[in-house]
């Protein structure tokens, strides 16, 4: 079987202009690809609204490389600024096209007031200016990425790069963004194992030494398995060792990268898009609405030695007035508790619970989130309580929500330590009801935390005391009716749903969820909550977040917007206040709560904590009604559901998609019919594309016959149909073999026009 070589022959003539690349546009392809999906993932993220740009900017910054890569009558220094000028100009239309409907001067104003917010050191509000960066970013990325190939030489370099943008998104997503992370790598190996070639192939022209014309596509193919191979075994290793140490060292509060997270969220606030989060700002009021549609995008991340998948508090409420929770102002306490400084306990039975939580789009407000009633925090907090102490050596009473000024920021990290009870549902049924033992409760904490809004009260029907009575007629313990309610939401044909009437004007919301039997957790938990105070039980309102999912690759939990919640709880005299879950759907509170190395003195009979912290005036900022900010929470997924994530399909992913498909698509070509001969293979080649052009081989026609027939179709060809049909029909019967010199021009002329052909014949078919 013939096989030509390459020599040191003259080199191959290309364009008849210095941007014909040397490398081959199967490089400069993967050069494409390994940018546009980098900058695919960022727009998949939904960062701020208007990411639809990137493209274009990326586009023009790779062209802009590549064409200061290949000029060579310019010095390079002088060459940059000039296309540097010219990228970052076009970024800013972009930006103003986009975000100030094309008023490039409200756009400059937006970026001087930036400038002096960065100089003052506080923090910025303007979504324009992160677009701006995100347009300048991805232009830059283009630009530095055809230059490091392409003039540097350095492929290497192009790469990690953009590895480095890829991972620093691919750590902020929500959802399951692996197939950019599997196409990068591809795309990042192939582009080197294929530059490390054409360089070999350069030397050995260079030298005079011979090799197989085809020998750029079968390393090519052997470079593609043996990338596929490496892929899979990095998926097959353990994902789970972690340094402590190093992990510290990288996201600890204190460390570098922290530190630059932090100057970042303080520089760029990102408020657009998918990433509005004041929908879950707690804090304020809880007004219960109809229908709810919480953001679907990532909140925080936390890692904790707890494994009873505890939920996240932020705020308590103890007075509803039948349409909307608050709290009660008369009475409120509050503690300066500085960094690292712990809290007395509410009670004696308990285990300390250590929770780092990374912060990704920090809702608006002052909020800070623990897993249960607050032990200590790394940053300096503002506790609230309710003032009603426990007994007479208490004047604290029980946290109702703990704040930091200033407010978290994208990136921060702190941890949190909690006290978790390790009750156990025996140790709670032989706790006796306010009615059975009155000592037990303070009579302040009873008139707070079972009171009812006027339309209950005043009404001789009131249906949720009467539902209660029913649900927990054959129930003796406090803890058992509490259960008996949860049962019945479950067993009496209640349905979860965020989009529902919304409550009458003048409908008590716990009574209509009793008419209705739908709603979401803030109708499940406000419906609880009032029945348990119509049977004389301290109940309250609770909102956070739910525990998350769990992903094994990180051991952490992710928590999403759409995780707000809201749930109930019960004070139990000894223990605490003790979480219920009351929503349909979602899994109860298990009782006693596992939790790794308990530390609390859990041999001694529960009883008053000693020691609380002195009080100080309440702030007067705190809780106003006047401008709530807290939202109507409740579309929750359950405890457990694993968040899915599809692709988002932006302009950069789709070219860096059909940009893989075109070299897939070259790739089969060059390897069809790569067993045969020069000749042979040049004549099967032309059969299938003329079979696409419409002349179809007829089986008992001989090769002339088709040769003939193709040169009919298309008569400029026909000297080179002819030639390449004399070619083939010599070599398979002829007894000399023929020469096949100009073989190869012939093929690009017969195949050009073949493709042109084919091109006009796809619109006319059905």
Request: charge should be neutral; glycine fraction near 8%.
């Amino acid at each position: 079987m013939a096989t030509t070589t390459q020599t040191a022959a003259p080199p191959k003539r290309g364009l008849p202009f210095p941007l014909s690349p040397s490398e081959g546009w199967t490089t400069v392809i993967f050069a494409a690809v390994l940018v546009l999906i980098t900058v695919g993932c960022i727009q998949s993220l939904a960062w701020t609204a208007g990411s639809g740009i990137l493209t274009a900017t990326t586009l023009v910054g790779m062209l802009l490389g590549f064409i200061l890569a290949k000029q060579r009558r310019v010095p390079q220094w002088l060459a940059d600024i000039p296309a540097l000028s010219l990228g970052i100009v076009f970024a800013f239309y972009q930006t103003a096209q986009a975000d100030e409907g094309g008023h490039v001067g409200v756009l400059w104003r937006h970026l001087l007031a930036w400038s002096g917010t960065a100089r003052a050191g506080t923090a910025s509000t303007d979504d324009a200016i992160f677009l701006l960066f995100l347009a300048i970013l991805t232009m830059l990325l283009g630009y530095v990425s055809m230059w490091l190939i392409f003039r540097s030489r350095s492929p290497w370099l192009a790469a990690a790069a953009n590895g480095v943008v890829l991972l620093i998104n691919l750590n902020y997503a929500a959802d399951d963004k692996t197939i950019y992370a599997v196409i990068f790598l591809l795309t990042a190996l192939m582009l080197i194992v294929r530059f490390n070639l054409v360089e070999r192939m350069r030397i050995w022209r260079s030298k005079g030494l011979r090799y197989p014309s085809e020998l750029s596509w079968d390393f090519m193919q052997a470079g593609v398995i043996f990338i596929i191979v490496v892929v899979i075994l990095a998926a097959t290793l353990p994902s789970n060792l972690i340094n402590g140490q190093l992990q510290d060292l990288w996201s600890g509060p204190q460390s570098p990268w922290q530190g630059v997270q932090n100057t970042f969220g303080r520089l760029f606030h990102i408020d657009g898009g998918k990433s509005r989060l004041d929908r879950v700002a707690f804090g304020g009021d809880l007004s219960i609405q109809g229908s709810v549609n919480l953001p679907d995008i990532p909140v925080l991340t936390y890692t904790t030695n707890d494994i009873s998948n505890s939920y996240l508090q932020a705020v308590t409420f103890d007075h509803f007035d039948g349409h909307k929770w608050s709290q009660t102002q008369s009475g409120i306490k509050t503690f300066t508790l500085p960094a690292n400084t712990s809290l007395a306990p509410e009670t004696k039975d308990f285990s300390l619970v250590t929770a780092t939580i990374h912060i990704i789009n920090a809702p608006d407000g002052s909020g800070i989130y623990g897993l249960a009633e607050p032990d200590s925090f790394s940053l300096p907090t503002v506790i609230h309580s309710d003032g009603i102490g426990l007994d007479t050596q208490d004047a604290v009473g029980s946290y109702i929500d703990w704040q930091t000024q200033p407010p978290l920021k994208n990136g921060q990290v702190y941890q949190e330590v909690s006290y978790v009870s390790t009750a156990t549902a025996a140790d709670l049924r032989n706790v006796a009801a306010p009615d059975a033992r009155p000592d037990l409760y303070p009579s302040a904490l009873l008139a707070q935390y079972t009171q009812l809004p006027n339309d209950l009260k005043n009404d001789p029907n009131d249906p949720v005391r009467a539902a209660a009575l029913s649900w927990t007629q054959d129930k003796t313990t406090m803890y058992d009716k509490l259960e008996g309610i949860i049962a019945h939401f479950v067993t009496d044909g209640f349905t979860y749903s965020t989009q529902n009437p919304d409550v009458p004007a003048g409908t008590d919301a716990a009574a209509f969820l009793l008419q209705q039997r739908t709603g979401y957790c803030t109708w499940f938990s406000t419906g609880m909550v009032m029945m348990a105070r119509e049977l004389g039980f301290p109940a309250r309102e609770v909102e956070g977040f739910i525990t998350g999912s769990f992903d094994v690759k990180t051991n952490s939990y992710s928590v999403m917007g759409t995780a707000a919640h809201a749930w109930v709880q019960v004070y139990f005299p000894g223990y605490g206040w003790i979480n219920f879950e009351p929503s349909v759907t979602f899994s109860d509170h298990a009782f006693p709560r596992p939790v790794k190395n308990p530390v609390g003195t859990t041999n001694e009979p529960p009883g008053p904590p000693k020691n609380r912290p002195n009080p100080t005036p309440k702030q007067p900022t705190h809780g106003t009604t006047t401008t709530p900010q807290a939202p109507v929470v409740g579309p929750a997924v359950g405890p457990g559901n694993a968040v899915v994530g599809a692709v988002t399909l932006s302009l950069s992913t789709l070219i860096a998609l059909l940009l893989l498909v075109a070299l897939a698509l070259a790739l089969w070509w060059r390897l069809l019919f790569r067993k045969f001969s020069p000749i042979s293979r040049t004549f099967a080649r032309m059969t299938v594309l003329g079979r696409l052009a419409g002349v179809r081989p007829r089986p008992a026609q001989t090769a002339a016959e088709y040769g003939a027939a193709l040169a009919a179709q298309i008569p400029d060809q026909r000297e080179e149909i002819a030639a390449i049909t004399e070619l083939y029909v010599r070599e398979r019967w002829a007894p000399d073999a023929p020469d096949p010199a100009t073989l190869s021009e012939r093929w690009r002329a017969v195949r050009d026009r073949l493709l042109r052909q084919i091109a006009r014949r796809v619109p006319r078919r059905p």
